[in-house]
């Protein structure tokens, strides 16, 4: 069973029902990774989301990534990939995925400038983090590919357009 934990700074609207949206992103992202047993197993498998603002971001980025400038995303996966792995032969009873952290002003200045909704760009973003937390990456481009397509089938599944394409 899949828990989160949603912390939301005002700056999110409460209009939206972001714990609602979070679901399916991370449903998708998970089922098509190499960790889709995830999704079945009796454990509780916890996530932790945070909608913040910029001045938040920016602190965890600088102190955790030695950044010191604001972003969309920051992802802090609690256990290792290589652990992921021997979870479907030795379950524990309860397993910390990770933390998202996400900026409002960065991922509204985002989603108007690629001319999106704030709801679409926000299921891309969960998705990106989730496989961040499940061990992916984009630091060379075969890891990137990877990345990629995975979060390109996961949004087209949730009907949302590719966000890599250009034009």
């Known amino acids: 069973m899949i828990e989160i934990d949603l912390d939301i700074n005002p700056k999110w609207k ?8 979070s679901q399916r992103p991370i449903y998708e992202a998970i089922e098509l990774s190499d960790y889709s047993f995830l999704q079945k197993i009796d454990n509780n498998v916890s ?9 938040t971001i920016h602190t965890l ?31 524990i009873h309860e397993i910390l995925l990770g933390d998202i952290i996400l900026s409002h002003d960065i991922c509204h200045s985002e989603a108007k ?21 499940l061990g992916y990456n984009h630091i060379d481009d075969d890891d990137a590919d990877k990345m990629q397509s995975i979060e390109i089938l996961a949004l087209k599944k ?9 034009g």
């Open 14 to 21: 409460r209009d939206n029902d972001w714990l609602a949206l």
């Open 47 to 55: 996530i932790s989301i945070l909608l913040s603002d910029n001045e």
């Open 61 to 91: 980025n600088q102190q955790y990534r030695s950044k010191d400038k604001p972003t969309d995303i920051l992802s802090f996966p609690m256990i290792e990939r290589s652990e992921l792995s021997t979870l479907a032969h030795h379950p």
């Open 113 to 133: 400038e690629k001319g999106i909704s704030l709801k679409d760009h926000y299921q891309h973003l969960i998705v990106h983090g989730i496989l961040h937390l």
């Open 158 to 166: 949730m009907g949302i357009k590719n966000p890599y394409e250009k």
